[in-house]
């Protein structure tokens, strides 16, 4: 879009990555990033580590530095569906049921052997490591790894939502490659060298640079009845302590039921009602059960119910070229709460994708749920219900 871009078609998309990168609850979770470093210390670990052998080291991690979208990602994606084309010739991976005892290191459950033989089948498990019948350390470290694979917290526990993605077939897996090494192909041209990726189903955004993904972030995508979009295009700004309108289909969706539910809803989240005059108008004094509630002559502003998990170092990134901006002066901008904005130096591309099967270079192959069933497998896919 370049130099063409309209200071209004930034603002539209920056009200859409608002609405992509929602996660009030970001806080509390861990990043993408934490979650891979704390498996890597547990398996340098003396206590886990010592029990491995040679082959079991050969079990590859995820690489954090890695980025989900880079130049190669379509062909080493390609390169994996051979591998999984193989494991379904060979009939796939078996059913692991449920562990009636419990999923933890030290039980022993008849249920095991199949648990191994799945982890083993899609390479997160040496399958002669250990007793077929015990969940010890080499399970519970495979159990963690196929679960940063499959974007799910790498507690070691086979729990419902990890259950569900374990279960998957094996031909459903290797149709989702292909579906999305096909969609990487038009993603994956001249990407440039510093950009940032939202990858909806990961719930993930990412700064890239010179093919590096330099920090991670938590986001939350939009509801299946909401759908975040594909996008393609440049930060040119950053807007400090904005207001931002919200849309009638989120005030008539999601925040009048919040008010006729809980009256001052608007006054706990800092949401404020404006009449067509811009004076301030009180909650208590709306009609929230009126039929035709909110035409043209109110709007609503909204100061901080957006946002991106640690969106402070994204923007040190994204501003690290423009003068003016240092990390101390946008510090005290934010804390200050002025209105300001900041014109991003060089422009930086961003990307908005939706993919749920990818293979980085070192080899690992990643899935995330199909949350807007656009590779047409519905809820075979879906480890994690929302």
Known sequence: MGSALTRRTFLTASAGLAALVRAAQAAEQQTPDQMLDELIQENQDSSLDSGFDNASRNV????????????????????????????????????VPAIAEGARVGVKSAAMPALRKRLATAG?????????????????????RFQVRHGLHPDGLVHDTTLRALNVPADVRLQQLKINAQRL??????????????????????AIENGVAVTRHIAVAGKPDRPSPDINSKIIQINFNPFWTVPVS???????PKMQAEPDYLTKNHIRIYDAKNN?????????????????DFRFASSGCMRVQNVRELVYWILQDTSGWSRAEIDEVIQSGERKDAK????????????TAWATPDGVVQFRDDIYNRDGFGAQVNAVKG
């Open 60 to 95: 590859k991690l995820p690489k954090k530095t890695l980025p989900t979208l880079s130049p190669s990602t379509a062909q080493t994606t390609e390169a994996s569906i051979a591998n999984y084309e193989a494991i379904v010739a060979k009939g796939g991976w078996p059913e």
């Open 124 to 144: 997160d498990l040496e399958l002669n490591s250990g007793d077929p019948q015990v969940f010890d350390s080499y399970v519970d470290a495979a159990v963690r």
């Open 185 to 206: 192909k038009t993603l994956t041209g001249n990407l440039g060298n510093r950009y940032v990726v939202a990858n909806i189903p990961a719930a993930q955004i990412e």
């Open 250 to 256: 989120i005030v008539r969706k999601d925040l009048i």
């Open 280 to 296: 301030e108008q009180p909650p208590s004094q709306i009609d929230w059960y009126s039929t035709d509630l909110f035409g043209e």
């Open 344 to 355: 991003v130096a060089k422009p930086v591309p961003l990307y908005w994708v939706y993919v």
